[in-house]
């Protein structure tokens, strides 16, 4: 996916990982929305150039693109792209751990 999206500050572009579907010897068990949980893991698809500190230095990003993050429940903004693709808009300080 090519994505024309530059994130200002310390703002991440994430693509939020469903979670997988639980299933059971019958088939799949196919929950309904609004009893899923909300993913808290994504791919990070773009990254801002950081933050600037007191002083006017730019501080670095921890995460790049590529990463597997673990973000928090209700951080961040949706965006939904012309494709319908649905992807949220995070700053660095909602995201908790990069998955190794």
Do not use: C, H, W
Request: glycine share 10%; aromatic share 6%.
């Amino acid at each position: 996916m090519t994505l024309n999206i530059k994130p200002l500050g310390d703002r991440v572009v994430v693509e939020p990982l469903e979670e997988e579907v639980v299933t059971f010897a019958g088939g799949q068990l196919v929950l309904p929305d609004t009893a899923k949980e909300k993913p808290q893991q994504g791919k990070v698809l773009a990254v801002g150039p950081g933050r600037y500190d007191e002083d006017g230095k730019r501080i670095p990003m921890e995460v790049k693109v590529g990463d597997t993050v673990v973000y928090a429940k209700y951080a961040g903004t949706s965006f939904k792209t012309k494709d319908g693709k649905e992807l949220l808009f995070l700053k660095e300080s909602d995201i908790l751990a990069i998955l190794e």
